[in-house]
């Protein structure tokens, strides 16, 4: 279903990622440094993840002065309509800063705190993911479906590394644990291009510790609404602790294998 008001914000949340991810590919320094860390030495900002998150938060706020913001730089209002947007300016920063093409700019629009509207925009890869709740997810013009679930042993999974050390030595205790029962696991360096593919069944399935909201809010949607499923841990929405998605007849069999590989904890 797409009302009026969702599409209003399908067309904002599209047109702020087309120019962050415009700003991000043509203005990249051919110097770019890290401008700080944050949760450990290799968690990284540049000044252009701080631009970025800048100018979508000033299209937005132009457009809908009394949304609010959740943003990983910084970007942190309540707003008074109902309307939450959830920005990571930049998915995929370590990627950009190596100035390897995969990272992308996730935006997504949450009403009542239900996430309604989901942009993923991969400049490099010239492609738009989007959804809308109940409306579908399309890349492009394009309807995506996920994939037809192989057995498990079959499947290719993505997966990601935290930036904290305790928590990647444990991810990848999980992940030695997990390959030999997979076809294969890949790690692209962003969540949301991760989730995206999913959704265009490029990719089996994912799963990931540690991410926070802005990681996984259009990507989520995206895959949902290409006919994945999504979770936490057994019984959980997706969060921190834990986030899978996959085609049906993988997500079932995946998130089972991760509870008993113990795969939220430390
Ligand atoms: C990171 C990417 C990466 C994932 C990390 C995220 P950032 O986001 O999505 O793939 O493994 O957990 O923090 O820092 O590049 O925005
Ligand atoms: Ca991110
Ligand atoms: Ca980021």
């Known amino acids: 279903m797409t009302d009026e008001r969702t599409s209003e914000l399908l067309t904002l949340a599209l047109e702020a990622a087309h120019r962050a991810g415009a700003l991000l590919r043509d203005g990249r320094p051919d110097d770019l440094a890290v ?20 100018l979508i938060t000033g299209y937005l706020e132009d457009h809908r002065p009394d949304d609010g913001f959740l943003g990983e730089e910084g970007a942190s209002r309540d707003g008074t309509s109902g309307v939450r947007w959830v920005i990571d300016p930049l998915d995929g920063t370590v990627n950009y800063l190596y100035g390897l093409p995969t990272w992308a700019v996730s935006i997504a629009a949450e009403i009542d705190g239900e996430t309604v509207v989901g942009v993923v925009e991969a400049p490099m890869r010239g492609e738009t993911f989007h959804a809308v709740r109940g409306g579908g997810a399309r890349l492009g013009d394009r309807p995506l479906r996920c994939r037809p679930a192989p057995p498990l042993d079959q499947a290719l999974v993505s997966t990601g590394f935290n930036y904290v050390h305790t928590v990647r030595t444990h991810q990848a205790d999980v992940a030695q644990r997990l390959i030999p029962r997979l076809r294969d ?6 969540a949301a291009i991760d989730l995206s593919d999913v959704a265009a069944g490029r990719l089996d399935g994912y799963y990931e510790r540690g991410l926070s909201p802005w990681d996984l809010a259009a990507g989520d949607l995206i895959a949902r609404e290409a006919g994945a499923l999504t979770g936490g841990r057994p019984g959980e929405p997706p969060s921190g602790d834990l986030t899978v998605a996959a085609s049906p007849g993988v997500f079932e069999p995946l998130q089972a294998l991760l509870e008993e590989l113990g795969a939220w904890h430390d």
Do not use: L, N, Y
Request: charged content about 35%; overall charge positive.
């Open 35 to 54: 401008a700080r860390t944050k949760s450990s030495p290799i968690d990284v900002v540049t000044e252009m993840d701080i631009a970025a998150e800048k």
């Open 185 to 190: 696991i890949r790690r692209s360096g962003s």
